[in-house]
């Protein structure tokens, strides 16, 4: 695979997790995920800013699901939504 494969699959992966923050939002579900984006707003984040920041929260808990090979962990989640802006792992 060469390195245009690997930024193409990482641009495809990114947007696809802003696509599933947007749909979040879209459905009010979980609810965190709008009241957050309300809280970033309120203080300075961009939108764009905030999507990324709530995409890196999800791709977090789905690399945990697949290495721990566990389901989804909403309660995390939502934990971690409402941490913003500090990513998990950045203690």
Same mark, same amino acid.
């Given at each position: 695979m060469s $390195?245009? @494969? @690997? *930024? @193409? @699959? !990482? &641009?495809? &992966?990114? #947007?696809? =997790?802003? #696509? &599933?923050? $947007? *749909? #979040? =939002? !879209?459905a009010d579900a979980p609810p965190a995920t709008r009241a957050v984006y309300n809280k970033l707003t309120l203080v300075g984040y961009e939108r764009e800013e905030i999507l990324q920041l709530m995409a890196l929260v999800l791709a977090h808990e789905i690399d945990a699901m697949l290495r721990e090979d566990r389901p989804f962990d909403s309660a995390w989640y939502e934990q971690a939504l409402r941490a913003l802006p500090e990513l998990p792992g950045e203690d």
């Open positions: $390195e245009h @494969d @690997d *930024n @193409d @699959d !990482e &641009a495809f &992966a990114e #947007q696809t =997790l802003i #696509q &599933a923050i $947007e *749909n #979040q =939002l !879209e």
